[in-house]
C-alpha cells in the first residue's frame, strides 16, 4: 500500500480512470504472482503447470465466475448475463474509485536499503462521512492497526483528510482538473510534513483554512 509498486494507489495527478485500468489489471497480475510463489514455495519450483494451475487459487475463482455467468445464461438467458456484466463492473468501478480517494498521492518513504516505513495513520485519507456509508471516515485507524475490528476503530483528527464528505468526493474524482486543484494541495502539504517541512497548506482541523481552502 502507497508504494509505486502498488496498482491499487493511485499517484500524484494520476486521473480516475487511468487508476481503475491500472489497479484491476495490475491487481490480478499480482495476485497470480502471489499464488505462484506460494505454490513453489509449498511444492517446489518444478512443480508442474497442470498441478501450477489447479492448486492456484485466481484459476479457481475465473472457474467460479463462469460458472456463475453459464447458470445464468442458460437458466434466464442472454438479457440476464447483460445484467450480470453491468452488476460486475458497476461493483468494480465503485470499488476501485473508493481505493482512488482513500490513498490517492501518499507514498511511504523507502530508507537506504530499499524498505519502505511502516504504514501508519498518515497513509490513508479520512473523510466525513454518515450513516449512509456506514461510518467509513475511520479509516486511517483501519490500516495502521488492520487487527482492530470495525466496531471500534478510532478518529485521528491529525491524519490527512480530504475537505468534503465522501458523497463529495465520490462526484469530484470523476472530473480530473476540479479533483486535482482540490486535493494536490494537500498532497504536497503532507509530503513536506514528511520532510520535516512546515507546509502553508492545511490537511487537518487544527490547522487554520488557508486561501487556497476558503476559494475551494
Known amino acids: 500500500m502507497c508504494t509505486p509498486e502498488d496498482p491499487a494507489t493511485a ?18 497480475i499480482n495476485s497470480w504472482k502471489r499464488e505462484v510463489k506460494r505454490i513453489k514455495k509449498e ?10 494451475l489447479f492448486n492456484n487459487k485466481m484459476v479457481m475463482y475465473f472457474l467460479i465466475h463462469l460458472t456463475i455467468c453459464c447458470t445464468i445464461f442458460f437458466t434466464l438467458g442472454w438479457s440476464s448475463l447483460k445484467y450480470q456484466f453491468h452488476y460486475t463492473l458497476m461493483g468494480m468501478f465503485f470499488l476501485e474509485l473508493i481505493n482512488y480517494i482513500e490513498h490517492y498521492g501518499l507514498q511511504r518513504k523507502k530508507d537506504e536499503n530499499g524498505i519502505y516505513e511502516s504504514i501508519t495513520k498518515m497513509h490513508s485519507w479520512n473523510s466525513l462521512s454518515s450513516p449512509v456509508l456506514f ?33 463529495h468526493s465520490f462526484v469530484m474524482c470523476m472530473i480530473p482538473p476540479l479533483w486535482f486543484y482540490i486535493v494536490n494541495p494537500r498532497v504536497d502539504a503532507l509530503k513536506d510534513l514528511q520532510n520535516g517541512k512546515k507546509s502553508k497548506t492545511c490537511f487537518d482541523f487544527y ?10
Open 11 to 28: 499517484g500524484r495527478n494520476e486521473s480516475l480512470y487511468h487508476f481503475i485500468v491500472k489497479s484491476v489489471i495490475g491487481s490480478h
Open 207 to 216: 490547522t487554520e483554512f488557508t486561501d487556497h481552502d476558503f476559494k475551494i
Open 135 to 167: 461510518r467509513i471516515q475511520r479509516h486511517s485507524d483501519h490500516h495502521a492497526h488492520a487487527f482492530r475490528p470495525y466496531q471500534i476503530l478510532r478518529r485521528f483528527d491529525d491524519a490527512p483528510y480530504h475537505p468534503f464528505e465522501y458523497l
Open 43 to 52: 511444492l517446489g519450483n518444478d512443480v508442474p503447470t497442470v498441478i501450477m
